[in-house]
């Protein structure tokens, strides 16, 4: 993520408006992505509440799956 914010943050500086704008851009463009990460971040530590054995078996069952659909979106580019 935080090489994805300077190469966000590089593209918006570079793109010769003033400081402001700049910072502005790259917040509007940096905001859906990092509130999706921490949306599944949090998701997943709900997982630690669980007992032992049944988050064992879940993610015995689903972990693969699970994985794949939470880090799936952040192939495309930022």
């Known amino acids: 993520m935080a090489l994805e914010d300077g190469l966000v943050l ?3 500086l570079g793109s010769g408006g ?3 704008s ?3 851009a790259f917040q509007a463009r940096r905001r859906p992505r990092t509130q999706w ?3 599944q ?3 997943r530590d709900r997982t630690r509440n669980l007992p032992p054995a049944l988050r064992n078996l879940v993610l015995r069952r689903f972990g ?3 994985f794949h659909a939470n ?3 952040l192939v495309d580019l930022p």
């Open 18 to 20: 003033d400081l402001p």
């Open 64 to 66: 693969r799956h699970i």
């Open 37 to 39: 990460v921490l949306a």
């Open 22 to 24: 700049a910072l502005d």
């Open 41 to 43: 971040t949090h998701r």
């Open 10 to 12: 590089a593209e918006c």
């Open 71 to 73: 880090y799936r979106p």
